[in-house]
């Protein structure tokens, strides 16, 4: 079946544009999550939606991030005003159920964010 | 101090041998572990979950020792396919999150 898809796969943003990235996850899948992986780094945590609800924004490192996953299913990232340090890759995965043991997350392929 | 830690490498090994890789975490509430892998401008991928146990999947073993809080990967008779980088995952008790290492740069040489 289809996996996570996300879009664009690679966006290039002049300082203080606005960017908005988007998560298509695997149909069904009640968990979401966003991750932003820098260069030579592992991914790091952002947001996690449990269904519309979005449960914990604790990695978002600025009022300047903001994600929404209004219907339950698609989720779009926003980065205002980006900056320099905000190039990385952005990375959304989802997962069937809320507390499965296997935790599970499936990777989308990636936004490659470039600010310029 | 990160909260998963990982040797970053490279690693550079000839092909057909075995090769380890060591993962510390400091969160003594994180309740599940996994190794996953990353190929270059790829998306991570589960390659196994770790027990306290230990366990195996063909080439591959991985192992948890929750009281010193360490966690390692063994593949032994690598093959080419095997390079990537292999990231070490937590999960704390109660959360969703995975906590990612910096993750180990293996290349397997012919």
């Known amino acids: 079946g289809a996996g996570v898809s996300q879009s664009p796969r690679y966006k290039v943003a002049k300082r203080g544009q606005d960017v908005a990235l988007r998560c298509d996850p695997i149909?069904?899948?009640?968990?979401l999550f966003w991750y932003q992986q820098a260069l030579g780094q592992g991914p790091e945590f952002l947001t996690y939606?449990?269904?519309?609800?979005?449960?914990?924004k604790s990695g978002l490192p600025s009022d300047r991030f903001f994600a929404e996953r209004p219907e339950g299913s698609v989720s779009t990232l926003k980065i205002q005003r980006t900056q320099q340090e905000d190039s990385a890759v952005y990375l959304c995965?989802?997962?069937?159920?809320?507390?499965?043991?296997?935790?599970?997350?499936?990777f989308g392929p990636g936004t490659r964010l470039t600010v310029t | 101090r990160k909260e998963v830690e990982q040797d970053p490498g490279p690693f550079n090994v000839p092909e057909g041998a075995t090769v380890a890789f060591n993962c510390t975490y400091s969160?003594?509430?994180?309740?599940?572990f996994f190794w996953y892998r990353q190929d270059c401008r790829k998306e991570p991928k589960l390659l196994m979950s770790?027990?306290?146990s230990g366990n195996e999947d063909g080439r591959f073993t991985a192992q948890l020792n929750r009281a010193s809080q360490y966690i390692s990967l063994l593949i032994r008779d690598s093959k080419l396919s095997d390079s990537a980088t292999y990231l070490c995952v937590v999960i704390a008790q109660g959360a969703q999150k995975l906590v990612f290492g910096q993750g180990t740069r293996l290349t397997i040489n012919p």
């Open positions: 995965a989802s997962s069937l159920v809320f507390g499965t043991e296997a935790y599970e997350q499936y």
């Open positions: 770790v027990y306290s």
């Open positions: 939606f449990q269904n519309e609800a979005q449960l914990d």
């Open positions: 149909s069904g899948h009640v968990s």
């Open positions: 969160n003594s509430a994180s309740q599940s």
